[in-house]
């Protein structure tokens, strides 16, 4: 059974600052999603990795497969950036059979 | 506009009552899934759904849920009677390709 962690469970930052969020799971995975949940609730997709990197804007997102490892990074953060960030893991061929980490809690203070 | 609407936004019950949650996909989308949130808690997988059946579920979805798509647009989870327990954030997602998109959710709240 895959599980997804992710660190820090909290994150407090200044404007302007990196972020960066990780995530780990414990078994081989097709894809990993990088996830942005909003406090009134809905998901909306950032990424998709199977491997190497992704930029989209200010966010990147990395994927390491041997070490079974993904970052998202955050480039000069900015208040409306807070969010709760999730990763979840695809393990087969069900696109939207996801494992999901805990997420990650996200603060960026002006 | 987003990909997918669910309905309602939020409910109250009492324990023991049905519930019935829809999904609206705005393009033709073939694989629908359902999800939950208990507060605080991970996303939680509970169905697939491809070709008018289920093609894959988890432990939580038992005999108390089911799910159908009546009509060919509406995608609907529905439990039975409903428990404490069952008080969590409902997401409804679809997928085209590698994309997922997640509804905003239905809040149900047992009392």
């Known amino acids: 059974k895959n599980e997804v962690e992710q660190s820090p469970q909290n994150l407090t930052a200044q404007e302007g600052e990196f972020i960066t969020i990780n995530c780990s799971y414990s078994?081989?995975?097709?894809?990993l999603h990088w996830l942005q949940q909003h406090p009134g609730g809905g998901i909306v997709s950032l990424f998709m990795?199977?491997?190497g990197k992704k930029k989209h804007g200010r966010l990147i997102a990395t994927i390491n497969i041997q070490e079974k490892h993904s970052s998202l990074h955050i480039t000069a953060s900015h208040p409306r950036d807070s969010a709760v960030y999730i990763c979840?893991?695809?393990?087969?061929?069900?696109?939207?059979?996801?494992?999901f980490g805990q997420g990650t809690i996200l603060t960026v203070h002006p | 506009e987003p990909e997918v609407t669910q309905t309602p936004s939020h409910q109250v019950t009492q324990m023991g009552q049905e519930v019935i949650l829809r999904c609206v996909p705005i393009s033709n989308h073939l694989y629908f899934y359902w999800y939950r949130q208990i507060l605080g808690q991970k996303v939680e997988f509970l169905v697939s759904f491809y070709n008018n059946e289920i093609s894959e579920k988890s432990e939580i979805f038992d005999d108390q849920f089911s799910v159908e798509r009546p009509d060919g647009s509406n995608f609907t989870l529905k439990i039975r009677s409903t428990k404490l327990e069952d008080s969590a954030m409902y997401f409804c997602?679809?997928?085209?390709?590698?994309?997922?998109?997640f509804g905003e959710g239905s809040w149900l709240t047992v009392v």
């Open positions: 997602a679809t997928t085209t390709g590698n994309t997922i998109y």
């Open positions: 979840a893991s695809r393990g087969g061929t069900s696109y939207g059979k996801l494992t």
């Open positions: 990795l199977s491997s």
């Open positions: 078994v081989g995975i097709s894809a």
